[in-house]
């Protein structure tokens, strides 16, 4: 697959090069040549006139580019410095007190802004990146590439990276700033380059940027982001001509905490009506994947309720959910929703092994579980040699197949379904929506958290937006269209 | 008791406590190195084993001590190193490792020795003197207790220190640090991650069997198959509670080698405690420390011991 | 390559075959090398055990204990529970076995003995597991360390029950009081074979069918590939865990009162036949399959038998057998790694 193609680029010293694009545009393969992890099939890479090869990331690095990733490579119980200094031949003994002159006579007037001596763990996350800023700055990057440096950011931590940005700009450092928020492209870029499914389809120069109103030139962008015609093998039509049933299930304040403790879901108000599909819109990481797991019962909520066909069903735990009628198809198909070693048939009753009729007073019944799993097979065209092979030889579509089945055969209420076509081809992913359909034509309620626009107004009767663990805006899918709602994902607002 | 004689119980029973110490400190602090490098050396009761054989057997045979803790020394680097290479290259289950290895090592010097001796029990009959540090040696109670010990007790002293060091403020010990708690990171910063884990196991290694060396020649002056009794696997209980720091490894060591010289002590005092009680106070001592210390701190993954299952 | 294909349901086994052949060899190399004759003692290893009646009868009867300890090991690891403490329960459950069988003996009739003395081994075995079991749920402590404490305190404890209150004072050898004969494990008809044997297969074919046909079983299993999958199938996870814990221990215990009722009839002090070691080496060259256990264990009986007999004649010191056993450990370690790199050659 191509996920770049034939892309043309400058980048300057001295100036902030945005990279602007939706998830999948191809932002981070290009992101990855540059860095060094990923060598391209084809094109050349030049560097100050220079043609050259990118073998790893320490090549980057040698050639002067540094790299600042979403996850942070820092190593939490060291020091700040000790982190900066790491890998590096300084000598035998660590001179930290030398490192830190040598630091901040590199630095300047650019300042630390944190004790060089305090642990990274301690940091908060706007210290962390400027940590790995400087990382990249004490190795003698003259070129800095930053992957969506702000989605972990609060505000006055952004206003500070920008601030940042332009001190490193004004020194004649490059910088390449990855991101898919048009109004932060905006405020800091001098140049803008727009990709969309690997190539290049807008450019905007300093002049441009200069002297182009704000409201137009975003207007601009979104057209070029998410505008144009809908991909062919898609209707776009979505549903909204179905009737649908009574209010099903109503999700109230609902406020959790994901796995490292920092809210994720915030206040979260949400009504579901029978036969409905609501479609997530979101980009990664802004709750959308938690707020699936406390209706499934897999989070617990520190606030707000769950009621699903007038049942309270906060906080009471999976089987509860199950019980209740919830079905759920965790985005990550080989870690938590299978396990790729049993067979196939044993992952089809994962969740329902040890009830009836698959097993009696704890004995299982092979038999009914095998033909359980033939009629899955049989009903959903999943491509299997049979029951009892392992699960890992089957494709990733057909796994994902697998587990819709799984839920579908238990005759579900409601159905989350967290990115259930990421990774397929475009016959799989449209048989999946089209069993979604088919489903909730028969009065099934499906929450469809996707990152892929396109899929959700492929299907969705309504589509909620997820920014930052609050619903930010819930538009029937009669108003709703991509430019509309890339609004809504890039913190603009609703105009 | 009087006051004399409860001077001299507990300078018996420091002095006591503090050679018990020594083979569990040396294996606590060379399980350190390994466990920060992320490696999890379940071998290394083996290793002790092995160092206290290799150590007894050329220090019997050349009649001398420095040979016994030499031999000890190389015999831990080789099992360190295998241990490496199929933790590291191989990428192999460290806990059948380890396992592994602490069997061949009970097996294979359980087998030399009766090989070597029948029945007999040998036993070396130089025995070091003991060094009295001037001043130091006078101090009530603890002079005599701390400070007039055989040499090597102040060397394991001094590579207290020196692991402190090493650890702390070299390169190596940042790259060790590193590795273990983020091999992504490390690697991501250019550190030779499986370069560093090797050479924190050959420490691990080595310091194991250094340290059963001193047990059989320093200490006891003869070698018993098993002798180790569960030595080494107290020694990686006393690195996590120490969590991984060598002065708190040093405390961890003297209070379990204190409880395991307890029963000689007790008999000072004319306490008559059935010997088995005594005997099991290191072992139950540490489930204890280990409840205590899960209580009173949340560190999740890192008493859950640094072992992963699949590491670069 | 299509023929490497072929083999790829053989691979497991073969790997353990190759690994306990490269155990073998190793050991000759370790014999040659201290001036013994491999060939000569491998001789009586290897025939002891087969060659005569009464070499079948005691390997089968060696068998036993094994059977039962494997089967409660497999159980734990299938769980992904690593129980290093079996020789600490086996222990406990025989000397509670040593305790209760003599005093029983005359006023209860046999079959109430055996089953008393059973139950008390077993729960005895599955207390002990209590401490590293509560710790994992509750705090997430590793079994691992605190089930190897939990031995050396059973070692002590026993020690000082058979020294002290429950020792027999008509004979000078710390030992517990003889069971009478009548009031041990009845033989196998026209055999000196203990029933033992029996309950050991029967342990074994039990776990068997629980993991291929019991819901609990599958439901190990899964926690054992997976914790993340199981807390997403709503299993109860803590509760699986401790129940693997506690059935691998209290398994132990009995194979301990199986050992005193069977074949010692007595608990003798200063001993401890460390059966746990061998059952991980056994367990997982059986590559975690229940029946495969079954002639595993078999080996591994007839290996110890013989490591006796070399002992007595060959003058070749039974250590040998731990010395094999840990490195049938090792070969099988690095099996996994060839497996891994023959799976990898496999993929297109």
């Known amino acids: 697959m191509v996920a770049n193609d034939d892309l043309w680029l400058t980048i300057c010293g001295g100036e902030i090069h945005t990279i602007l694009g939706e998830n999948g545009a191809g932002k981070s393969t290009l992101m990855n040549i540059l860095a060094g992890m990923l060598r391209p099939d084809g094109g050349r890479l030049c560097i100050n006139g220079q043609e050259v090869t990118l073998e790893s990331p320490q090549a980057a690095l040698r050639h002067g580019i540094g790299t600042v990733y979403q996850h942070f490579t820092l190593v939490p119980s060291l020091s700040v410095i000790e982190n900066v200094i790491l890998g590096l031949d300084l000598g035998f003994v660590l001179d930290l007190d030398r490192a830190e002159q040598q630091l901040k006579s590199l630095l300047g007037d650019f300042g630390l802004a944190v004790a060089p001596r305090t642990e990274v763990r301690y940091l908060s996350l706007g210290q962390q990146q400027r940590v790995e800023i400087i990382k990249t700055l004490f190795r003698g990057s003259q070129l800095l590439l930053l992957d969506e440096p702000t989605s972990v950011l609060t505000p006055p931590e952004v206003r500070e990276l920008f601030a940042i940005l332009s001190q490193l700009k004004n020194r004649g450092i490059g910088i390449v700033f990855i991101t898919h928020k048009l109004d932060e492209a905006l405020e800091i870029s001098d140049r803008i380059t727009i990709l969309r499914e690997g190539k290049k389809v807008g450019a905007f120069g300093p002049s441009d940027l200069a002297q182009g109103e704000p409201g137009a030139l975003a207007g601009q962008i979104v057209a070029a982001m998410f505008g144009g015609p809908t991909p062919t093998h898609l209707t776009g039509a979505g549903r909204s001509r179905q009737v649908l049933g009574p209010p099903l299930c109503t999700l109230s304040q609902i406020t959790a905490l994901d796995d490292r403790g920092v809210p994720a879901v915030q206040g979260v108000s949400l009504q579901l009506q029978a036969g409905e599909i609501f479609g997530i819109a979101g980009v990664d990481g802004n709750g959308q994947k938690e707020l699936g797991e406390v209706l499934a019962g897999q989070r617990l909520v520190s606030q707000g309720q769950v009621m699903l066909a007038g049942l309270d069903l906060t906080n009471r735990g999976v089987t509860a959910a199950a019980q209740a009628g919830i079905g759920y198809v965790t985005d990550d198909r080989l870690g938590e929703a299978s396990v790729p070693k049993l067979s196939v048939a044993e992952n089809a009753v994962l969740k329902v092994f040890n009830q009836r009729p698959f097993s009696r007073w704890t004995v299982l019944n092979r038999v009914a579980i095998a033909d359980h799993t033939q009629r899955l097979i049989r009903d959903f065209k999943i491509k299997t040699p049979g029951p009892e092979v392992q699960l890992s030889t089957l494709s990733g579509g057909n796994i994902q197949k697998l587990l819709l089945a799984r839920e579908l055969a238990r005759r579900p209420k409601l159905l989350i379904c967290n990115k259930p076509t990421q990774g397929l081809d475009v016959l799989t992913a449209e048989s999946i929506l089209q069993m979604l359909r088919t489903q909730a034509d028969q009065g099934m309620t499906v929450l469809l958290i996707s990152s892929d626009l396109d899929e959700i107004l492929e299907v969705s009767n309504r589509v909620g937006v997820m920014v930052k663990g609050r619903l930010v805006g819930v538009v029937p899918r009669g108003e709703a269209n991509g430019e509309k709602l890339g609004r809504l994902m890039l913190g603009l607002s609703d105009a | ?312 | 390559m299509p023929e490497l294909a072929r083999l790829r349901p053989f691979v497991p086994v073969l790997s353990s075959i190759l690994a306990v052949a490269a155990a073998f060899l190793s050991g000759a190399l370790f014999l040659w090398l201290t001036g013994k004759d491999p060939g000569q003692a491998y001789a009586i290893l290897l025939s002891r055990g087969l060659g005569s009646t009464l070499g079948i009868t005691e390997t089968l009867i060696k068998m036993a204990p094994l059977l039962l300890v494997s089967a409660g090991l497999l159980i734990a690891l299938k769980a992904s529970v690593w129980n290093i403490g079996i020789d600490g329960q086996f222990l406990i459950g025989a000397s509670l076995a040593g305790i209760l069988a003599p005093r029983l003996a005359g006023g209860v009739p046999l079959a109430g003995v055996l089953l008393l003395c059973a139950g008390a081994a077993f729960i005895g075995g599955a207390v002990w597991g209590v401490v590293p079991a509560a710790l994992k749920v509750r705090y997430g402590l590793n079994e691992i360390i605190t089930t190897i404490m939990m031995n050396y305190v059973a070692i002590y404890l026993t020690s000082w029950l058979v020294k002290g209150p429950f020792s027999d004072p008509s004979v000078v050898a710390p030992q517990m009081p003889t069971i009478p004969p009548e009031f041990r494990l009845p033989f196998l008809p026209f055999t000196r074979i203990h029933i033992g044997l029996l309950v050991g297969l029967v342990a074994v074919l039990l776990t068997y069918l629980m993991f291929r046909y019991g819901a609990t079983g599958l439901a190990l299993t899964i926690l054992g590939h997976s914790r993340k999958a199981a807390l997403h199938a709503g299993l109860p996870v803590n509760r699986l865990v401790a129940l693997a814990l506690l059935l691998s221990a209290g398994m132990a215990g009995l194979a301990g009162a199986n050992d005193v009722l069977g074949v010692k009839g007595l608990f003798q002090g200063e001993w401890n036949p460390m059966y746990g070691l061998t059952a991980f080496a056994l367990v997982f060259l059986a590559r975690l399959n229940g029946l495969l256990v079954i002639p595993f264990a078999y080996f591994f009986a007839f290996l110890l038998f013989g490591g006796e007999a070399m002992a007595r004649t060959a003058r070749i010191p039974a250590y040998f057998v731990p010395l094999l056993e840990g490195l049938m450990l090792l070969f099988f370690a690095i099996s996994t790694y060839l497996e891994r790199r023959y799976r990898r050659g496999l993929e297109p």
């Open chain 2, 1 to 312: 008791m009087t006051a004399a004689q409860w001077q001299i119980f507990i300078t018996a029973l420091l002095s006591a406590g503090l050679i018990a110490a020594v083979p569990l400190l040396l294996a606590a602090l060379g399980e350190t190195f390994a466990e920060r490098a992320g490696l999890l050396n379940l071998g290394l009761e083996g290793m002790l084993l092995s160092g206290a054989f290799a150590g007894f057997y050329a220090a019997l045979t050349t009649q001398s001590m420095v040979a016994g803790l030499a031999a000890g020394t190389t015999t831990g680097l080789l099992l360190g190193l295998l241990f490496g290479f199929l933790a590291i290259s191989l990428r192999v289950d460290q806990v059948i490792i380890g396992l592994g290895i602490t069997l061949v090592a009970e097996g294979s010097t359980g087998f030399l020795f009766r090989d070597f001796y029948g029945q007999r029990f040998p036993t070396l009959t130089f025995s070091t003197a003991k060094v009295a540090v001037p001043w130091l040696s006078d101090l009530p109670i603890l002079g005599p207790a701390l400070f007039n010990q055989q040499p090597l007790v102040y060397l394991a002293w001094l590579l207290v220190v020196g692991c402190a060091f090493l650890l702390k403020h070299t390169r190596f010990g940042l790259e060790v640090r590193a590795a273990g708690e983020s091999p992504l990171a490390a690697d991501a910063a250019g550190v030779n991650v499986a370069q560093t884990r090797y050479l924190a196991i050959m420490i691990g290694g080595v310091m194991a069997g250094l340290g059963g060396a001193f047990l059989s020649v320093g200490d006891l002056n003869f070698f018993v198959p098993g002798m180790t009794v569960g030595q080494g696997f107290i020694a990686i209980a006393i690195a996590m509670l120490g969590k991984w720091q060598p002065y708190r490894v040093f405390f961890g060591a003297l209070l379990f080698g204190t409880l395991r010289s307890l029963s000689t002590g007790l008999q000072i005092i004319g306490l008559d405690l059935r010997p088995e009680f005594v005997l099991m106070l290191p072992y139950i001592g540490i489930i204890v420390a280990l409840i205590i210390l899960a209580r009173r701190t949340q560190l999740p993954a890192a008493l859950g011991l640094p072992y992963e299952r699949d590491q670069r």
